[in-house]
C-alpha cells in the first residue's frame, strides 16, 4: 500500500484525487507523444488554495508534482514522473476580474487562450498571444513557456502581455510578482517566472493586459516558386522598414495537409505561399499595403491573393492554425519541432533542412513564424516501421543542431522540456547553466517542481529523445 497516497486522501475531498488506470493512460504524455509517464495519482483542485495546498503537501513529502493544464506542450513539458503527482489545473478556468479603463484581466492559470477574448471583445479588446492550439491551450501553460503565435512578430510573446503573477513556488511559498501598473522597481521577477517551464511553481493568478482590436486588418497570401524565395521575401519585407502583424510561411505539404484537414484552398502550383497581414488604422494600412504590393512583387510572387472580407481573413488563418492537427491526415506519426534562426539565414536554413530530408528519406512539412525566424518542421514517419522513430529523432537533432550552427536557439515558444535538453550546453556555458540551476534551487530546493525537465542530470540522462533512449533504462518514461 502508498502510505504517502493514503495521507494525501485525507488532504483533499474525494473528487479531488484521481487514481485509476485509465486517469493516469490519460495523463501519461503531453502533445509530445514519444514520452510517456503515468504518474502515482492526479490532483484536481478547485481553487488556488487546495493547488497551494497540494504544493506544500509535496514539498513536505519530497514528491515530485508537474503542473498540467490542456496537456497542448510539444516538448514533453508536462510529462509526468513516475514517483510523482499531476496537479491537474483545468478546473481553475475563471476570469476573475476585468478592468476595462485600464484593460487588464485578472485570469486563472486554467482558462483557456481564446475565451479571455471572447470575453472582452464585446468592449473592442482582445488578448494578443495566439497559438496555434490557442482554443484549447490554456493561459498558464502559455505563462510557461512564453508561448507568442502568429501575430508575435508585431506584439510579441506572452512576456510581453503578463503584468502581474500571484504564483507558489516549489517550496510551498506563495508569492506576488510584478506591480500589476507601471514600471517594476529591483529585479524582474516576472519575467524570472514567464518562461520558466514550471521549473519554479505554479501561476495562480495571471494579471494580463489586453489590446484594442486594430481598426483595419489587410491579409495576403502570396504564392512561390520555392521555400527559398518565401524566405527570401521576409527578409526583403523586414529590411524594408515594414512592420507586419504576422508573417508566415507553409511549404506544399503544409498546404496539402491544410487542404484535407479544413478544405483550405491555396494557389495552384507553388511550393510555398507567405502569409503577411497588416493592421492599424485605416489610414495606416493603406500606405503599407502599397509598399507591400511592391515587395512581393519584386521578391518573385506569382500569385497574391487578398482577403476581401473578415470571413476570407479567418479561412486564411485557419488553414495556417490548423497545420499541426491535420498533417495527421497525412502521416502516421511525426515530430514537431521548435528552433530559430537568425531572419537572415531563413533561405539557407530552409535549404539545409530540404537537403538533410532528402538524405534521411524522411518529409519534412515546414510551417513557421517567418517573421522572427520562428522554425516548426514537422517531420513525418510511420512508426510501426521498424527503426523510423530513430531516424526521425536523428533528423530532429540535425534540425535543432542547425538552428545553434547558424546563430539560433533551440526553441522559439515549445521550450526545451524533455525533448531537447541535450542541447543546452550548445546554447549556454557551464557557468550560466551552473546560474540557472542556483535560480532553481532558491525556489525550490528539493527540485520537485517539473522534476527532470529542461536541466540533464543523472536521473533525466542528456541523450534524451533523440538517442539512445536511456530513460528507459531507468524505468521512467516508456515509448508509445
Known amino acids: 500500500m502508498d502510505n504517502l497516497l493514503t495521507d494525501l486522501r485525507q488532504q483533499f475531498p474525494a473528487d479531488r484525487i484521481q487514481e485509476s488506470a485509465s486517469a493516469k493512460a490519460a495523463f501519461q504524455s503531453d502533445g509530445l507523444t514519444a514520452f510517456a509517464v503515468q504518474p502515482r495519482a492526479i490532483i ?5 488554495d487546495e493547488v497551494v495546498q497540494a504544493v506544500q503537501w509535496c514539498n513536505k513529502h519530497s514528491v515530485p508534482f508537474v503542473a498540467r493544464g ?18 491537474a489545473l483545468n478546473r481553475l478556468n475563471r476570469i476573475l476580474s476585468v478592468d476595462l479603463p485600464n484593460r487588464l484581466a485578472v485570469v486563472e492559470p486554467g482558462v483557456i487562450n481564446s475565451k479571455l477574448t471572447t470575453a472582452v471583445e464585446h468592449a473592442g479588446l482582445y488578448y494578443a498571444p495566439d497559438p496555434s492550439s490557442q482554443h484549447v491551450c490554456t493561459i498558464g501553460g502559455n505563462v510557461a513557456f512564453n508561448s507568442g503565435g502568429a501575430h508575435c512578430l508585431k506584439y510579441g510573446m506572452t512576456s510581453n502581455h503578463v503584468m502581474a503573477m500571484k504564483m507558489v513556488l516549489g517550496d510551498g511559498e506563495v508569492l506576488q510578482v510584478g506591480p500589476r501598473m507601471g514600471e517594476p522597481l529591483g529585479p524582474d521577477l516576472l519575467g524570472l517566472m514567464v518562461g520558466s517551464e514550471g521549473l519554479l511553481g505554479i501561476a495562480l493568478e495571471i494579471t494580463v493586459k489586453l489590446m484594442p482590436k486594430p481598426e483595419s486588418f489587410h491579409t ?6 520555392s521555400l527559398q524565395d518565401a524566405g527570401a521575401a521576409v527578409a526583403t519585407i523586414i529590411s524594408s522598414g515594414l512592420l507586419p502583424a504576422a508573417m508566415e510561411i507553409m511549404d506544399h505539404l503544409s498546404m496539402q495537409a491544410a487542404t484535407a484537414g479544413v478544405g483550405a484552398t491555396y494557389p495552384a502550383g507553388v511550393a510555398a505561399v507567405l502569409i503577411v497581414e497588416l493592421d492599424g488604422s485605416q489610414e495606416a494600412v493603406a500606405e503599407e499595403r502599397i509598399l ?10 506569382t500569385e497574391v491573393i487578398v482577403a476581401a472580407n473578415a470571413e476570407e481573413r479567418a479561412s486564411i488563418w485557419k488553414g495556417r492554425k490548423s497545420v499541426f492537427s491535420a498533417v495527421g491526415r497525412l502521416t502516421p506519426d511525426f515530430i514537431v519541432q521548435d528552433g530559430v534562426v537568425p531572419r537572415s539565414k531563413l533561405g539557407y536554413a530552409l535549404q539545409r533542412i530540404e537537403e538533410l530530408s532528402q538524405a534521411a528519406g524522411i518529409p519534412v512539412a515546414n510551417v513557421f513564424h517567418a517573421g522572427d525566424g520562428n522554425l516548426h518542421p514537422l517531420i513525418m514517419f510511420d512508426g510501426r516501421k521498424a527503426g523510423e522513430l530513430h531516424r526521425s529523432e536523428e533528423l530532429a537533432a ?14 522559439g515558444e515549445h521550450g526545451v522540456g524533455m525533448e531537447k535538453r541535450q542541447f543546452l550546453a550548445g546554447m549556454f556555458d557551464e557557468a550560466s547553466i551552473e546560474c540557472m540551476r542556483r535560480v532553481r534551487l532558491a525556489c525550490d530546493p528539493l527540485e520537485i517542481s517539473n522534476r527532470g525537465k529542461m536541466f540533464p542530470d543523472a536521473e533525466a540522462p542528456s541523450l534524451g529523445m533523440y538517442g539512445l533512449h536511456p530513460l528507459e533504462a531507468a524505468g521512467i518514461a516508456s515509448r508509445m
Open 220 to 225: 495576403v497570401l502570396a504564392g512561390y516558386r
Open 70 to 87: 490542456s496537456g497542448t506542450s510539444l516538448s514533453g513539458g508536462s510529462l509526468p514522473h513516475a514517483e510523482g503527482i499531476v496537479i
Open 398 to 411: 540535425q534540425i535543432v543542431q542547425l538552428c545553434i550552427d547558424l546563430g539560433g536557439s533551440i526553441t
Open 292 to 301: 507591400l504590393d511592391r515587395l512581393l512583387a519584386e521578391t518573385g510572387a
Open 44 to 48: 484536481v483542485p478547485r481553487t488556488s
